[in-house]
């Protein structure tokens, strides 16, 4: 009885019942394994989705979150791809007599027509010494204008005895002072606006030789659309020497 008892007492023991058990338990903890990995795998592919089609309107958003300064020519600004290459456009790049007739066109509306309420928008300083028109309206610049501005000075100082064959002293003394600022401002609005698209360079002869390298570019950049900026300035541009200021605080009075 008691070695039956013994026997009958081991079938109460892990060692018989443990074996049945981990077949089942261990087939299901596979499944669920597998299932698993799948929901992972999912949820990865989802949330990549995810990143991929949120990131560029987060980035856009972020952007916007940035308030616009006011210009009365912002409801003209579109934008285009065009392609980035290194090269000289012969219209503005050459001896002066071939190029001044293009720049000059181009400056032509430096000096644009502005009314009270859009200077009032750019958070101008009405003060006695700002450059009012006979008319009522106000004298102003687009950045860009000015811009382009600076660097046709410096253009024109690559050629100093064919614009400046009779400059004072004092007007090379000032010359040196406007193109220090210039340089400055085109440093500040290409560091502002800059542009990341790639160049690559090339040898175009041996370490020894004199240019020996150059850079050339298949990548594409976003521009502004120009023609419609221009076209916008050249509504209010104000004719050189054609157009009346009120005298400023500065003007001697004879009489």
């Known amino acids: 009885m008691e070695e039956n008892f013994e026997q009958a007492g081991l079938l109460d023991k892990s060692e018989i019942y ?24 999912v949820l990865n592919i ?22 616009q300064p006011y210009s009365p ?8 791809r065009k392609p980035l290459y290194f090269g000289e456009d012969s219209k503005y790049a050459g001896l002066p007599e071939d190029v001044d007739a293009a720049w000059d066109y181009l400056l032509d509306p430096i000096n644009i027509r502005v009314t009270k309420q859009e200077l009032e928008q750019a958070h101008a300083t009405f003060s006695n010494d700002i450059v ?19 660097l046709d000075a410096l253009r024109r100082n690559i050629f100093p005895t064919y614009y ?3 400059a004072t002293a004092e007007e090379a003394e000032y010359n040196i002072i406007h193109m220090t600022h210039c340089v400055d401002t085109i440093r500040r609005s290409l560091m502002c606006k800059a542009d990341l698209a790639l160049y690559t360079a090339y040898w175009i002869g041996d370490h020894k030789a004199f240019p020996n390298k150059e850079l050339r570019s298949k990548s594409d950049t976003i521009c502004v659309n120009w023609d419609a900026i ?24 004879s009489g």
Do not use: M
């Open 132 to 150: 009012q028109l006979t008319d009522g309206d106000y004298v102003s610049v687009l950045s860009v204008h000015h811009e382009l501005h600076c």
């Open 46 to 67: 989802l949330c990549l989705g995810y990143l991929l089609v949120s990131l560029p309107i987060i980035i856009v958003w972020s952007r916007k979150d940035v308030p």
């Open 230 to 253: 221009d076209e916008w300035a050249r509504s209010r541009l104000l004719p050189k020497d054609r157009y009346k200021v009120r005298p400023g605080p500065f003007e001697r009075y």
């Open 73 to 80: 020519a912002h409801h003209v600004v579109s934008y285009e």
């Open 164 to 166: 400046f064959p009779n």
């Open 18 to 41: 443990e074996p049945i058990q981990e077949k089942p338990l261990s087939t299901s903890s596979g499944k669920l394994s597998r299932i698993q990995r799948v929901r992972s795998l």
